[in-house]
T-cell receptor, first 117, second 110 residues
């Protein structure tokens, strides 16, 4: 138990569906992240939020839409996904995004295993 | 340009000490070095962080030479449960180059 929860743990959706992934952190952190991990590929950082403000978007397709209503919650809204979007989606949080070379420890949730049919 | 370089995979046996080296030739003066461990279908977990010389905690040791162009994660007396992917990261999340790379897949055999 890392203090970061994700729901659902598994999701199967068609290409025309709209769904949302939810992440909640109970650690009092100010930064939250979405990562994508495809089979046999490195973790890909998708979005970074600091104090509810998006500070980074790594050229992620618009069919992925993040939302951070407060510092404890992070959503990833999905629509018209492709089969290649099937992956493990991980949420993480940290005290801050760090600075001056120091990385605050990231705490990861268990992930949502997404399958797009 | 990748900021860190690690071996893709390593094998070891139970009870042995494992050393995983990460190269980071372009490390900046202020950058810290952080290591994470990831088991299948789980998120990475922080192991250790250091800036120079040696850092030790209850899980591992981190050795950093004076030039800081590399670092070595040392796992004492590994067990089967240490089979995982180990990632070396340099810098902080404000650095666009700070990313999880491919990591090193450690397999511990009986």
């Amino acid at each position: 138990e890392t203090g970061v929860t994700q729901t659902p743990r598994h999701l199967v959706m068609g290409m025309t569906n709209k769904k949302s992934l939810k992440c909640e952190q109970h650690l009092g952190h100010n930064a939250m992240y979405w990562y994508k991990q495809s089979a046999k590929k490195p973790l890909e950082l998708m979005f970074v939020y600091s104090l509810e403000e998006r500070v980074e978007n790594n050229s992620v397709p618009s069919r992925f839409s993040p939302e951070c209503p407060n510092s404890s919650h992070l959503f990833l809204h999905l629509h018209t996904l492709q089969p290649e979007d099937s992956a493990l989606y991980l949420c993480a949080s940290s005290q801050s995004t760090g600075g001056q070379g120091v990385q605050d420890t990231q705490y990861f949730g268990p992930g949502t295993r997404l399958t797009v049919l | 340009l990748a900021k860190t370089t690690q071996p893709i995979s390593m094998d070891s046996y139970e009870g042995q000490e494992v050393n995983i080296t990460c190269s980071h030739n372009n490390i900046a003066t202020n950058d810290y070095i952080t290591w994470y461990q990831q088991f299948p279908s789980q998120g990475p977990r922080f192991i250790i962080q250091g800036y120079k010389t040696k850092v030790t905690n209850e899980v591992a040791s981190l050795f950093i030479p004076a030039d800081r162009k590399s670092s070595t994660l040392s796992l004492p007396r590994v067990s089967l449960s240490d089979t995982a992917v180990y990632y070396c990261l340099v810098g902080d999340m404000r650095d666009n180059d700070m990313r999880f790379g491919a990591g090193t897949r450690l397999t511990v055999k009986p």
